[in-house]
């Protein structure tokens, strides 16, 4: 789902899993929308790996699924309202303790034995209820305009969307930055749309949305 661009410069590739509609799911669409030949995109489990983990070629998305896939993402990251004059954030939504959008929290993973710290795009519609929610990891070191400034030398990896399931996020030990204003998530829905090409969908062009970086 990243563009050519960043899969040609950066160690990881966005992918979203097409699973069999067989698979049970615990979220209603767009957490999922059905594509060709029978299967469902989850485009609530987007995933960043590096390009050796991938296996064979099974085929492309069509057009068509490529738009539905698209409008899902965008539906489900708040997009639209985000990259609105004035950036409108997504609605709350009432209930127990979850990873909430725009907060900040430790991963209970390691990525080279370090512990990092994530950001959560996705909307508290699928947060309060996915077994995963839609994140973005936070860097010190920016390497280019994909990588919007979320806090003094803080940066985020927006071609780097990934999800983690709930138990991997640790929600009781805040991080030093803990949550995202809205101004720069506005920021890091401007740079998702560029690294993964959802400019058209959005009705938005290259230079519009490097405008908003």
Same mark, same amino acid.
């Given at each position: ?70 409008? +899902? %993402? ?5 997009? &639209?309202? @985000? /990259? ?7 609605? $709350? ?31 508290? +519609? %699928? ?5 995963? &929610?839609? @994140? /973005? ?7 280019? $305009? ?68």
């Amino acid at each position: 789902m990243t563009s050519d661009l960043w899969n040609d410069t950066k160690a990881e590739v966005g992918v979203i899993p097409i699973v069999d509609r067989t698979e049970p799911l615990a979220v209603a669409p767009p957490w999922y929308v059905p594509v060709s030949n029978g299967r469902l995109a989850v485009v609530g489990r987007v995933l960043s790996i590096p390009p050796s983990t991938l296996g064979a070629d099974r085929g492309s998305l069509t057009a068509d699924d490529l738009r539905v896939v698209e409008e +899902a %993402w965008i539906d489900g990251l708040s997009l &639209v309202s @985000l /990259l609105e004059d004035p950036p409108q954030p997504p609605a $709350p939504v009432h209930g127990a303790l979850y990873p909430r959008w725009a907060n900040v929290y430790w991963a209970n993973y390691r990525i080279q034995g370090q512990r990092k710290f994530y950001g959560i795009i996705s909307v508290d +519609a %699928w947060n309060a209820r996915a077994p995963s &929610v839609t @994140l /973005l990891r936070m860097t010190s070191t920016r390497r280019g $305009p994909e990588f919007p400034e979320i806090a003094g030398g803080t940066y985020a990896c927006a071609g780097n969307l990934t999800s983690f399931p709930i138990h991997g996020i640790d929600l009781n030990d805040p991080p030093p930055i803990r949550s995202i204003g809205v101004p720069q998530m506005k920021k890091i829905a401007a740079a998702i749309a560029v690294t993964h090409e959802l400019g058209p969908a959005l009705g938005l062009t290259d230079a519009e949305l490097s405008a908003l970086l």
